[in-house]
């Protein structure tokens, strides 16, 4: 005796026989929250972007799903780049790894200034000699000034990140934010993304 039922308006020689040890998949529904509150208004904000144009960017109030969150966090972070945001953060690293190579390099000529005066003997090859050194010094403190700005840039352009992120959360919506933040900055001790722990505040 068949246990297949052939379900309506198909014909039995059409549905796929079974022994009835599996069960079926259980079919999932995401939630649909604008259908729950069809009159509900998303809020948005106010951003310039990097082209001197303004636009808009939804945010997020804690009313949704996981999902949605996600999605949200991925237009947030189109919105930060089309703000230019990533790219000044970018650019002071770059400006930074430039300075941190040039002092590198003037530190090893003023080695070799220093050597060459040592080695002077006449009056003149000792005046030469000190000249150069005097000028590396300038130079390396020139440089050490710049790594200073560079840094501060740097960490200009990163707390311009978080705050300007901030925008794009508010009531009950920003508590997984604040999470975040306090997870980045003010965790003492933190585990870094090779799961190395460091301690002090990464600020």
């Known amino acids: ?85 990533f790219l000044r953060h970018e650019e002071a690293e770059e400006k930074l790894r430039d300075e941190n190579e040039k002092l590198q390099m003037e530190k090893e000529t003023k080695q070799f200034a220093d050597e060459a005066l040592s080695a ?13 050194v005097k000028k590396h010094a300038k130079n390396i403190k020139q440089f050490k000034d710049a790594i200073t700005a560079a840094e501060e840039e740097k960490s200009a352009a990163m707390a311009k990140i978080f705050s300007t992120t901030g925008n794009f959360f508010r009531g009950d919506g920003k508590t997984p934010w604040d999470k975040i933040v306090l997870e980045q900055t003010e965790r003492d001790p933190w585990v870094d993304l090779r799961g190395v722990e460091h301690t002090g505040v990464r600020g």
């Open 1 to 85: 005796m068949s246990l297949t039922v052939a379900a309506d308006g198909l014909k039995p020689q059409e549905v796929e026989r079974g022994n009835g040890r599996f069960n079926p998949p259980i079919p999932y529904i995401p939630e649909k929250t604008d259908e729950l509150e069809p009159d509900r208004k998303i809020p948005s904000v106010k951003v310039m972007l990097s082209t001197g144009v303004e636009s808009k960017a939804d945010m997020w109030d804690g009313t949704g799903t996981k999902e949605q969150f996600l999605c949200h966090m991925m237009m947030m972070r189109e919105t930060l780049g089309g703000m230019g945001l």
């Open 120 to 132: 002077a003997v006449t009056a003149a090859d000792k005046e030469k000699a000190k000249a150069d």
